[in-house]
């Protein structure tokens, strides 16, 4: 029986409830290690947010100063170089991470009903991480760093009817400069992370609605041949709880094998954050 605070706690909010709701789920019967996916996705954030909050610390988002700012980080800030070096590697393995689990939930069929609108939702996750990287690139405000969003804004210049009022928005003008730096940083900083999080917790609310995708071949055997049949919510809801393995629980059966994924995701940013940093070439120079 606890005692002291917890207790107290328990008493008011009921943590028994909260921990049988959220740890003591059943799960299908073998899940395997690709299921792991979104799992370090959310851990690679989380260790973005604690690198870029330092890096926010220490950068001026301003065109005179963004570059000797990231210099400063650089050669001045201790582990400087080997925070930068993690949040630049840690960008790619989220575009990576969350590509390679929109393939593993379309290849498993677990976008079929009735999760498709969380597939949905993680499309729309899909698409913030992208935008991200596109903000978070120009910040260093170095010469590949500056014609890299050049070229980008003009590719979605050319977008029929509106491709001029998507320039002017991400540039905040006619030309990339410092509205342009400052806009990107506001989005980065402030406004993806607020938009993920939120994202992030419905897709995790739906998640624990639902519960975990069942195998496809668990949810094929005698099913109507269409999932828009009238008869395959029934047949959905008896194949998928007999599906559940014998005294499979989200902790630890699924819980340890996410934080085993988390972990190495998170060891091998660090290592290539420490050995191969990330780049800085000269000054953004718009007449070059």
């Not at 799960?27 to 792991?36: C, D, S, V």
């Not at 590697?89 to 390679?100: D, E, N, Q, R, T």
Request: without cysteine; hydrophobic residues 50%; charged residues 15%.
């Amino acid at each position: 029986m606890p005692s002291g605070p917890i207790r107290w706690i328990d008493e008011r909010i009921d943590l028994k409830s909260i921990r049988h709701a959220l740890l003591d789920r059943e799960m299908p019967g073998g899940l395997t290690w690709w299921h792991t996916l979104g799992s370090a996705t959310f851990a690679v954030f989380i260790v973005q947010v604690v690198t870029g909050t330092v890096l926010a610390m220490y950068y001026s988002a301003s065109p005179d100063h963004a570059y000797y700012s990231v210099q400063y980080i650089e050669q001045h800030v201790i582990s400087g170089a080997t925070i930068r070096g993690i949040h630049h590697w840690g960008s790619s393995a989220m575009v990576i991470l969350v590509f390679a689990h929109m393939i593993r939930v379309f290849t498993t069929g677990a976008y079929k009903y009735p999760r498709e609108i969380n597939w949905l939702v993680g499309i729309g996750l899909l698409f913030i991480v992208l935008t991200f990287s596109f903000t978070g690139y120009l910040l260093p405000w170095d010469q590949k760093a500056y014609w890299a969003t050049q070229v980008g804004t003009n590719i979605a210049g050319l977008t029929p009817l509106i491709g001029g009022f998507i320039v002017r928005l991400l540039r905040g003008g006619a030309e990339l400069g410092a509205a342009t730096l400052s806009r990107f940083y506001a989005i980065h900083v402030l406004l993806m992370p607020l938009v993920f999080a939120i994202t992030v917790f419905i897709h995790i609310v739906i998640i624990i609605r639902q519960g975990i995708a069942a195998r496809a071949e668990a949810l094929e055997v005698g099913a109507p041949a269409r999932t828009d049949d009238p008869a395959y919510p029934a047949y959905y809801e008896a194949a998928y709880k007999k599906s559940k393995g014998a005294n499979v629980r989200f902790w630890p059966d699924v819980t340890a094998k996410d934080i085993v994924v988390a972990m190495a995701v998170v060891i091998i940013l660090v290592m290539l954050g420490t050995n191969y940093g990330a780049a800085l070439e000269a000054p953004a120079d718009p007449s070059d």
